[in-house]
C-alpha cells in the first residue's frame, strides 16, 4: 500500500502542475446546486478566514485545507484524527484522550513536548485551547461548526506566539436570524465486537426577532467503552470515555450596521483511563498495567462576546473571551524504578484566560486590502502537584511521618501576559498580481510562583535504599521564580500572481515563534543521584522562518483541482523538553537549530458525474544541523537526526454517488492512509552525552482504511454504515518519550464497524 500510495502521489503531483494549455475558467457557483451535491463536496467556490477577511482558499497564500460542516458529517469527522487524516503536512500525536498535539511539517522534537506551548496552535473561535504538552486539551466537538480551517505554516503575524508551524480555527456557526432550524445525529458503533460507543447530538435554532435576534444551541453526549485491558487494576475496556457539552449563541443585529454574538460554552472530557499500552504485555497490543488508572480529564467553560460595525470603509470587530479550564493530570510513574516502589503523581491544573482582540479589515474593492488590530492575551495557571505512594507499602516498609499516602505535596501558579499590534497590507497592481505584507509586533512574559504550601520528604530515598522508620518532611517555602520575558517582531511577506483566471501562483515568507519557557524546579539538584544535571531555569523563544512556493488551481472546467507547495524553514534556538534520568523531573532548555524542507499537495477529481477522486501526501526532510557539544548533552540530540516527523504520508480517498430514486441518492466513500515511522525523540539520554536512551522507540509506519456507505432520504435524512481501520492495523503509532510510564505505546482504535443517522428538521 506504501509503495501504490507513493507512486500514485507522484504520479499526479507531476500531472497536476500549472499547464496553461490546459487551463479553463471555471465555472460560477450555481443557483440550482442540489442539496445532495452540496453534500458531497462539489461547491466550486470555499470561502475562508484565514487571513481575517471572507477569501476564495485559492486565492491565499498560505497553504490552508478547509472542512465544511457537511464533509465532516459524510467523512465521520468528529475529532482531532479526521482532521489530520484529511490534511497534508499534518500528524496528530495523541497517546490517549484529551492529549491532543498536532505537527506540521516537521517542527517537531518528540510527540509531546512536555512544558512547551505547542508548536500549532488551536483555537475555538478567538479563543487559544492549545496549551503546552503537558497539559490536557479536549477533544473539542465538531458538530454543528461554521467551518474547521488548518493553516500550515507559522501564523505568528495574525494568531501570535502559539502558531509556531500552523493553526488550526474550529469556527462556530451563527444562528440564523430567520429560519428556525434543528438537527440531530446519532452514532452507535461496537469495536473489537464488545465495546459499545455511542454518541448523540442535536442543535435548535430559534428565531425571536425575524431579522434581529435569534438563538442557537448545540449539546452533546458520548459514551464510548474502550478497548485496553489494565492488568494492574483489573478492569477490562478500561479507557472508555464519558464526554458531554454544549454551547448556546445569542445573535443580535439591532441595525444594518451593528451585530452582537454572545456565545457561553461547556464542554466536559472524562475517560475512565489512559489508552497508552505496553506491546510487551500478552499477545495483543491491548493491554496495560499501572496501580491505579491514569486519567487526564478536561472540564473548559468559555464566555465570548463579539461586536461587528461596519463603518463602510472598513468593519470593526470586537472579541472577548473569559475562559476557565480545570484538568486532571494522574499518572503512575513508578516505571521510572521499574516498579520497585510506588510513584504516582496526581496533578490538578486551573486555568483561567482572558483574550481581548480588536481588528479593523478594510471593505472589498480598491487596490488596498488592509488588516490592523490590536491582541491582549492573559492567563493564570495553578497547578498543585501531589506525589502519592500507597498506604499498603509504607505500612509494609515501616515508613512513617507523613500524614497520608501522599509523600510530597507542593502548589505552583504561573502568569503570563502577551500583548501585540497586527496588521496586513496588500496591494493589488492588478487583478492578477498582488503583494501581501505583515507584520506583528509583541511583548511577552511569563513568571512561576511557588506558594508557601504543602510539604516535601526523603520518601524516595528512603523507599529505594531499603530505610525504615520515621521520614523526614520539611514544609515548602513560597518563592518567585525568575521572569521570562521576550519582545520583537514577526514578518509575512507574499507575492502572488494568477497567469490565468484559475489558476494562482504564490511566493510567500513567514516568521514564527513561542513564548519563553521557564522551568518550575529551576536550579533544582536531584535528590536521588547528585551528580545528575541541574535543572537549568528554562528555555528562551525559538524562532521559525519559513520560506514557501504554491501552486492553487482548477482545470477542466473545475473538474480537477490542485493544491501544491514546496518549502524550505529555517528553526533556530529550539526549544526541548527533556527529563533528568535519576528522577525523571522535566524541563526545557534550548539548542542550536535544525531544517526542514518538503513538498506536499491535495489533488481532487471529478472522473464523470458522482464519481469523485481524491489524494493528499506530504514529503518532509527535516534534521537537526546546528548543535554543540553542551547542547548535545543535556538534551540528547546528535546532529543529523531526524525530527519527529514521517518522512512520507499520503492518503487516497474515493468518493461516488448516485440516484436511487427521484428523492434518494445513495453515496459510498473510501479513505486509504499511509503514514511512515518516525523518531519518538532524541536519541541519547539527557546528561549522558553517548549513552542510548532507553525510550529512544521510533514509532511503526502505519496504515488505515475507512469505509462508509449511506443515502441522502431527500433534504432531511441522512444515513450511513461506517467502519473504521478496516483491516484492523495495530501498529505502534505513537511512543512516549519519559520513562516514568510502564506503558508507553498507542495504537489506532481497533476496527470498529457502526451506524451514522442525521435528521435535519
Known sequence: MKTILRATASVIALAALPCPVLAQEAPEPSADTTPNQARTGQSDVIVVTATRREMNVQDIPISVTAFSQEELTIKGIVGYEGLALETPGAVLNKPTANFNTFSVRGIATNGYGANLQNTVAVYIDELPISANGNSTQLDSTLFDVERVEFLRGPQGTLFGSGSLAGAVRILTKSPDLNDFDAETLVDFGITEGDSFRQRYNGMVNVPIVEDKLALRVVGFYRDEEGWVENIGTGVENANTLEAYGG????????????????????????????????????????????????????????????????????????????????????????????????????????????????????????????????????????????????????????????????????????????????????????????????????????????????????????????????????????????????????????????????????????????????????????????????????????????????????????????????????????????????????????????????????????????????????????EVDDLTAQEAAISGAVEGVQLAFPEFQGSIYLNYSWALSPTVQGFTSINARHVDGFPNQFPYVPGRPGVPAPTYSPTESYQSVNGTLGAFFGDHLTATVYVENAFDDDSLIYAHPEAFADARSSTLRPRTVGIRLNYRY
Not at 461587528?308 to 473571551?321: H, I, K, R, V
Open 247 to 622: 454551547r448556546a449563541i445569542l445573535q443580535w443585529e439591532p441595525t444594518d450596521e451593528l451585530s452582537l454574538r454572545f456565545m457561553a460554552l461547556h464542554e466536559t472530557s472524562e475517560p475512565e483511563d489512559s489508552q497508552l499500552i505496553n506491546p510487551n504485555l500478552g499477545d495483543d497490543r491491548d493491554t496495560r498495567r499501572t496501580r491505579r488508572s491514569d486519567i487526564y480529564a478536561g472540564y473548559l467553560d468559555s464566555y465570548n462576546a463579539t461586536l461587528d460595525y461596519d463603518f463602510g470603509f472598513a468593519n470593526l470587530t470586537s472579541s472577548t473571551t473569559y475562559s476557565l479550564y480545570d484538568q486532571k493530570f494522574i499518572i503512575d510513574l513508578d516505571a521510572t524504578f521499574g516498579g520497585a516502589v510506588p510513584f504516582a503523581l496526581d496533578a490538578l491544573a486551573y486555568d483561567d484566560a482572558f483574550v481581548q482582540e480588536m481588528r479593523l479589515v478594510s471593505a472589498e474593492g480598491g487596490r488596498f486590502d488592509w488588516v490592523a488590530g490590536a491582541f491582549y492575551y492573559y492567563k493564570r495557571r495553578d497547578v498543585d502537584f501531589n506525589y502519592r505512594s500507597s498506604q499498603d507499602f509504607l505500612d509494609a516498609r515501616g515508613l512513617t511521618g507523613l500524614p497520608d499516602e501522599y509523600y510530597s505535596r507542593s502548589s505552583t501558579h504561573a502568569i503570563s501576559h502577551e500583548l501585540a499590534a497586527f496588521g496586513e497590507l496588500t496591494y493589488r497592481f492588478s487583478d492578477n498580481f498582488w503583494l501581501t505584507g505583515g507584520l506583528r509586533y509583541g511583548a511577552l512574559d511569563v513568571q512561576g510562583f511557588a506558594e508557601g504550601s504543602g510539604y516535601t520528604s526523603n520518601y524516595l530515598t528512603a523507599a529505594l535504599t531499603g530505610y525504615s522508620g520515621p521520614l523526614t518532611v520539611t514544609p515548602n517555602v513560597a518563592a518567585t521564580g525568575e521572569e521570562g520575558t521576550e519582545e520583537g517582531p514577526s514578518y509575512k511577506f507574499s507575492a502572488s500572481y494568477r497567469p490565468v483566471d484559475n489558476m494562482t501562483v504564490y511566493a510567500t515568507y513567514s516568521t514564527g515563534f513561542r513564548a519563553p519557557v521557564v522551568n518550575a524546579r529551576g536550579g533544582l539538584a536531584s535528590t536521588v543521584d547528585p551528580t545528575d544535571i541541574v535543572i537549568p531555569d528554562g528555555a528562551s523563544s525559538d524562532e521559525l522562518e519559513n520560506y514557501e512556493i504554491g501552486v492553487k488551481g482548477n482545470w477542466f472546467d473545475g473538474r480537477l483541482r490542485a493544491n501544491i507547495a514546496a518549502y524550505y524553514i529555517e528553526w533556530s534556538n529550539i526549544q526541548v523538553q527533556a527529563n533528568r534520568v535519576s528522577d525523571s523531573v522535566q524541563f526545557a532548555t534550548n539548542i542550536g537549530g535544525a531544517t526542514s524542507q518538503g513538498l506536499e499537495f491535495e489533488v481532487d477529481a471529478t472522473l464523470f458525474e458522482g464519481l469523485n477522486l481524491g489524494l493528499n501526501a506530504s514529503f518532509n526532510d527535516s
